[in-house]
Structures are given as C-alpha cells and as structure tokens.
T-cell receptor, first 116, second 119 residues
Framework: AQSVTQLDSQVPVFEEAPVELRCNYSSSVSVYLFWYVQYPNQGLQLLLKYLSGSTLVKGINGFEAEFNKSQTSFHLRKPSVHISDTAEYFCAVRNAGGTSYGKLTFGQGTILTVHP | DARVTQTPRHKVTEMGQEVTMRCQPILGHNTVFWYRQTMMQGLELLAYFRNRAPLDDSGMPKDRFSAEMPDATLATLKIQPSEPRDSAVYFC?????????????????FGQGTRLTVV
C-alpha cells in the first residue's frame, strides 16, 4: 500500500515571497513522484516529476522540488510567487515496481493563496 | 496536441437515472485512471486499467459503479442507479507505464473532467 500526506491544507503567502509546499509519502516499493497544479474549474496539469537521476527537479512556472529518499519527502518550492500561482497543488506517487506498478495515488491537496 | 478527452463536460441528472461518462485516452498510452474529486474526500482513485485490463477497482462502489475499456480508444464509467452523493467531478487520466523502464514512462495526463450533479 502507498499513501501521500500533504502536511498543509492551506498556505497563504504574499506576492514575491518564497513558498514551500510539503509532501511526504510511504510505499513498500520504489516510486516515481509528481506535483500537479489545478486551477479553478480545470483539470490537473503537471508541474514537475521525479523519475530518476538528480534529486532536484525543476518544473514549469519557476517551481522546483527535491526528492529526499531517507525522509520520504518531495517538497515543492518557489523562490518568489505571483498572484497567478494561486491554485490547488497535489503531490502524487506512482509505483515503479511491484504487482501494482503504475498505480497513481494523490495527496489531499494544498491550496496556495497568494495575496498582493 | 494530444490530450485526454472526456464527455460530457457537465451532466445533471435525477436520482435513480443511469449516467455514463466517456474518456478517450491519448493514443499509445497503456494505462487509464478514473478519479473522483469532491470537497470532502479530495481525489479518490476509483479504478485503473493497464492494456485495457482492470488492475484495481477497489475504490469503486461495486453495487452501482462499473468501469470498462471496450477498446484502446475508449474508457467508460457508468453509474446505475445514480444518487445525490455521487455528485462530484470525475476525471480520467492516461499515461504510458512500463515497470522499471524509466525512459518509457510518462506522467498521467488528465482530461478536463465531467462535472456530475445528481438531484
């Protein structure tokens, strides 16, 4: 079984401030990791992904995340946020092996609100 | 521009009626997911398929929900009979997944969702 925990349900920040959205996971097999963003009344869009290689991955819109295997974390960061970053962010893990490889599990989401 | 297509985008139906939601995955993808999104539960995995075979449908109420892939270009999610508590946004997603072969993997691409309201 696998699970994803997003530690903050809501994160309010001011424009141009840095932000970190936290994600921890548990899994009995190796996993791939993803961050998705959902704008109001829209589907999910991929921000970035970690499959292998460098543990620091960069995505779209200036976001980056670092995979920490020992802490089973994959926190999302942005050094300076914009009003347009206001959205809900989802961390997800996908089994890379095992009998249920490919199964994609999401966290509960973190609502990021950027204030002027 | 390849994308996952879901129809209908919106559906309002009366309690007890049958509802069918359709999804056209991206050509070449071998894995299809159905998720339900509600305010209370967030994103719940209902079922997922690989190479058209159901791998896990444990998240789906079996008495009223059914998911199928009649062919590689169509996935369906059916609710019969529908109930008000089924009101939610239903998302379909597809991806290419090969166990242990990182270079052959893609992320899951999501459709725009079907917003279902059961009154």
């Amino acid at each position: 079984a696998q699970s994803v925990t997003q530690l903050d349900s809501q994160v309010p920040v001011f424009e141009e401030a840095p932000v970190e959205l936290r994600c921890n996971y548990s899994s009995s097999v190796s996993v791939y990791l993803f961050w998705y963003v959902q704008y109001p009344n829209q589907g999910l869009q991929l921000l970035l992904k970690y499959l292998s290689g460098s543990t620091l991955v960069k995505g779209i819109n200036g976001f980056e995340a670092e995979f920490n295997k020992s802490q089973t974390s994959f926190h999302l960061r942005k050094p300076s946020v914009h009003i347009s970053d206001t959205a809900e962010y989802f961390c997800a893990v996908r089994n890379a092996g095992g009998t249920s490889y490919g199964k994609l599990t999401f966290g509960q989401g973190t609502i990021l609100t950027v204030h002027p | 521009d390849a994308r996952v297509t879901q129809t209908p985008r919106h559906k309002v139906t009366e309690m007890g009626q049958e509802v069918t939601m359709r999804c056209q995955p991206i050509l070449g993808h071998n894995t299809v997911f159905w998720y339900r999104q509600t305010m209370m539960q967030g994103l719940e995995l209902l079922a997922y398929f690989r190479n058209r075979a159901p791998l896990d449908d444990s998240g789906m109420p079996k008495d009223r929900f059914s998911a199928e892939m009649p062919d590689a270009t169509l996935a369906t999610l059916k609710i019969q009979p529908s109930e008000p508590r089924d009101s939610a946004v239903y998302f379909c997603a597809s991806g290419l997944v090969q166990a242990g072969i990182t270079t052959m993997n893609t992320e899951a691409f999501f459709g725009q969702g079907t917003r279902l309201t059961v009154v």
